[in-house]
């Protein structure tokens, strides 16, 4: 089964960049819709992005349109989410996560998760 490991996570000051990685092991996730999930202390897990697979048609959260990208390197076999403008509500666990269908805003539609991977935007 394919496996999930998240990189990239850390401290950033508002209005910096951060880059997560998301990469596959034990198979190839090129077939899977890649979302981004995160998760605020004492929150629920919330959807931030995803992208398809052979369109490369992506969705994201109204609150990091035009700040946060997801796109994919299918040769690669990683999803990324390239981030901008931090802000400190962006401050929570990120999570990806795949599903070998079209992609949903709903966690509870995916199966297979890395296993987080903290960004922490300060002042």
């Known amino acids: 089964q394919v496996q999930l490991v998240e990189s990239g996570g850390g401290v950033v000051q508002i209005g910096g960049s951060l880059r997560l990685s998301c990469g596959a092991s034990?198979?190839?996730?090129?077939?899977?819709?890649v979302a981004w999930f995160r998760q605020a202390p004492g929150k629920e897990r919330d959807f931030v992005a995803a992208?398809?697979?052979?369109?490369?048609?992506?969705i994201y959260e109204d609150s990091v349109k035009g700040r946060f990208t997801i796109f994919r390197n299918y040769h690669a076999n990683t999803a990324y989410l390239q981030m901008t403008r931090l802000k400190p509500d962006d401050t929570g666990v990120y999570y990806c996560a795949i599903r070998d269908t079209w992609f949903t805003p709903s966690p509870e539609d995916y199966k297979i998760w890395g296993q987080g991977s903290q960004v922490t935007v300060s002042s």
């Open positions: 034990g198979g190839t996730f090129n077939n899977y819709a």
């Open positions: 992208v398809g697979t052979i369109s490369n048609r992506s």
